[in-house]
């Protein structure tokens, strides 16, 4: 495949309904985008987020997860294959090993969905406000082997008001994964 002049061959890995997709694809398009994306790949055969990638022509393709160590094989074929250099995890609700990281040699980013490193892992959104936080937020990480817990790249924080729930947190947040993913990788890539 060729890689066009100055932009990182990126691929997007989703599980779900893909907005964070969709901001990444939006940004793509941009004059001044610094990815390509290349490959979309989902776990989920009824992810949502498939159909951005389908309405944009980018090829996207369903990796069915039988269990972790053939799921890794087949993602390190398709991300070798298409010359992929940078993959971003977006809503991908599955965790990759050490050795994949290892062995795909390129960097990973992810979003999550707390102001880390509070709230690793699931129901950030429902824990923060059974704690009182103030605040909550979106977090850009690189991927390392211990789960959210690579360096950050970004992040922005969200007041928690009283009368929020876990759904308008949810959307609050996301509004804020939607701005910051584009910046994060603008920033990630401008020192690697
Ligand atoms: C986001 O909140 C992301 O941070 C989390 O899962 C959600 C995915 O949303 N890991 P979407 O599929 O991008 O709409």
């Known amino acids: 495949m060729e890689k066009s002049i100055g932009k990182k061959n990126t691929a997007i890995i989703i599980?779900?309904?893909?907005?964070?997709?969709?901001?990444?694809?939006?940004?793509?398009?941009?004059?001044?985008?610094?990815?390509?994306?290349?490959?979309?790949?989902?776990?989920?055969?009824?992810?949502?987020?498939?159909?951005?990638?389908?309405?944009?022509?980018?090829?996207?393709?369903?990796?069915?997860?039988?269990?972790?160590?053939?799921?890794?094989?087949?993602?390190?074929?398709?991300?070798?294959?298409?010359?992929?250099?940078?993959?971003?995890?977006?809503?991908?609700?599955?965790?990759?090993?050490?050795?994949?990281?290892?062995?795909?040699?390129?960097p990973i980013l992810n979003i999550h969905p707390s102001l880390l490193p509070k709230y690793k892992g699931l129901n950030t959104h429902y824990r923060a406000i059974k704690n009182n936080e103030k605040y909550s937020g979106a977090t850009v990480h690189i991927v390392n082997k211990k789960l959210d817990s690579g360096k950050i790249i970004l992040q922005e924080r969200v007041k928690i008001l009283k009368s929020d729930n876990e759904e308008n947190l949810k959307s609050k947040v996301l509004k804020i994964e939607h701005k910051i993913y584009p910046k994060a990788i603008i920033k990630f890539l401008a020192d690697h």
Do not use: H, P, W
Not at 62 to 83: A, H, P, S, W
């Open 15 to 106: 599980s779900g309904k893909g907005s964070n997709l969709r901001s990444l694809i939006k940004y793509s398009k941009t004059k001044k985008s610094l990815i390509k994306i290349v490959l979309v790949i989902s776990n989920n055969s009824n992810a949502k987020g498939i159909q951005y990638a389908k309405k944009s022509k980018i090829s996207n393709i369903i990796v069915k997860y039988i269990n972790k160590k053939k799921f890794e094989k087949r993602l390190l074929k398709l991300l070798k294959g298409n010359k992929v250099e940078l993959i971003c995890l977006a809503g991908f609700m599955k965790i990759l090993s050490a050795d994949f990281i290892k062995n795909v040699n390129m």
